[in-house]
Each structure stands twice: as C-alpha cells, then as structure tokens.
C-alpha cells in the first residue's frame, strides 16, 4: 500500500513539475552576435535593453505577453542584451533604450509608437509597420546576407548534385568573381566616356546657340539703323522740298 501511495505521488509531482517547465518556457528568443543572423529570415519584433535600464525593466512581462500574441500571427519575438552583445548595439546602431525593431525578410523599421500590448499588435496584425520607412543600410544587409545564401546554396548543388570537388567550386566562383568585376569595370568606363562627351557637345550647341543670337541681334540692328536713315532721310526730303515752295512763293510774290 505505502509503495502504492509513494507511486502516485511521484507522478503527481512529475506531472506538475512537467508543466511547470512548460509554462516556464519562454517565448521570447535570446540573441547574440553569433547568431543573429536568424533575424534576417521571418518576421520579428525585436527589443534591444540593458538589465540596468528602468524603461526595459519595466517593459519586460509586457514583452512576454506580446510573444503570446505574436505567436497568433506567426511573428517571433526576441530581445538583445546589448550589455553582453556591445557589437549588435553599435551594427543595428542603437542610441537609446528600449530600442525595438520590425524585421520582414531582412527589412528593418524602427517602432516609434506608444509601447504597450494593443499598440503591438495592431502595429504588425494590421501592418502598421508599412507606413514606416525602413533603415537603408539594415535593408542593404538584408539583401547582402540572401545573397550570400543563394550563393551557399549554389555551391552546396554543385559539389553535391553534380559531383564536383569542393576545390573546383571555389575555382569556379574564383574566375565568376573576376569576370563580373572585369564587366563591371567596363561599364563604368563606358559610361565614364558617355558623360565626359556629353558636356563637349552641349558647348558646342551652346556656343553654335550664342553665336546664332549674336547674329540675329546684329542683323536686328542693322535693320533698325537702316530704317532710322531712310527715317531721316524722308524727314530731310520734306524739309527740302517745304523749303523750295517757300521760296517759289517768296519769289513770285516779289515779280508781282
């Protein structure tokens, strides 16, 4: 009977301390410098704290809550100690604490909201996160990083699928890496020469263009001289021929 009794006390107890350690379990990831990477792939809220920040103190059952809704929407949630992760702090450039971030597929938007659970929520359940302009240089580490997948994954078909030794991937990606800068090169002395010309041509056309309205404005005012002269010439003519009626009737009225 005693041994009866001590088995299903054990499995009482075994029971509760299973579910203890279930619900202990946390929800929100730890992160390092060693593998924050993962970040790069998913959707993720992300706070950067320090144990010593009051603001981070006071946020973090809140932050445990927000992982239990997150997980409604297929979003992970994860902090960083930039106290032991220093490196992070200055690489996603975090000035203040808490600092959080949006991350979709290697894209990094800044929360700025009021930090409390709705906000969360509504933030990424109603994609709040859209009307943020991302962090430029967290974008171009985003695509740098897939691209360094596709090209890990490259060479796992090449030496796997195909059968080629790893020393010849390396080759091979050796001579791809000198072609595309040699193309690249090229390019940008071409367009080098393309930009230089074009400067010559349009002060050619500039000064052709001053030249023609040189011109013009000269031969505008020689025909504006010339009609002042034939002004003046008709103005002389009247005068002249005014003059020799005055005398003609001067003279005749001196022979009556």
């Known amino acids: 009977m005693a041994s009866v009794v001590k088995r299903w006390v054990f499995l ?48 973090a059952s809140m932050w445990e809550n927000v992982a239990q809704q997150m997980k409604e929407l297929n979003v992970n949630v ?39 659970e709705k906000n969360f929520y509504d933030f990424v ?62 390019l940008i002395v071409c367009l080098c020469d393309l930009r230089r010309s074009e400067p010559k041509g349009g002060k050619k056309e500039k000064i052709r263009d001053s030249g023609d309205r040189v011109k013009l404005e000269t031969d505008n005012s020689s025909d504006i001289d010339q009609k002042d002269v034939n002004s003046s010439g008709k103005t002389s003519q009247t005068q002249d021929n005014s003059e020799s009626t005055l005398r003609h009737r001067e003279t005749k009225a001196a022979d009556e």
């Open 125 to 186: 359940a109603r994609s709040q996160w859209k009307n943020v302009d991302p962090v430029p240089c967290m974008s171009f580490l985003g695509t740098f990083f897939r691209f360094s997948l596709a090209i890990k994954d490259i060479h796992a078909t090449i030496v796997t699928t195909y059968g080629i030794p790893v020393w010849a991937s390396y080759a091979i990606f050796a001579i791809a890496t000198i072609l595309i800068g040699l193309l690249i090169g090229l």
């Open 78 to 116: 994860a902090e960083v100690d930039v106290t032991n992760n220093p490196a992070l702090s200055g690489r996603f450039f975090v000035v203040a604490l808490p600092t959080i971030f949006h991350i979709k597929d290697g894209v990094f938007r800044p929360y700025k909201l009021a930090r409390s």
């Open 12 to 59: 009482i107890l075994l029971l509760f301390g299973i579910n203890f350690v279930f619900c202990d379990e946390s929800l929100v990831r730890q992160f390092s410098q060693d593998s924050w990477t993962e970040l790069l792939e998913g959707e993720w809220l992300v706070k950067f704290y320090a144990p010593w920040c009051p603001a981070c103190q006071s946020m």
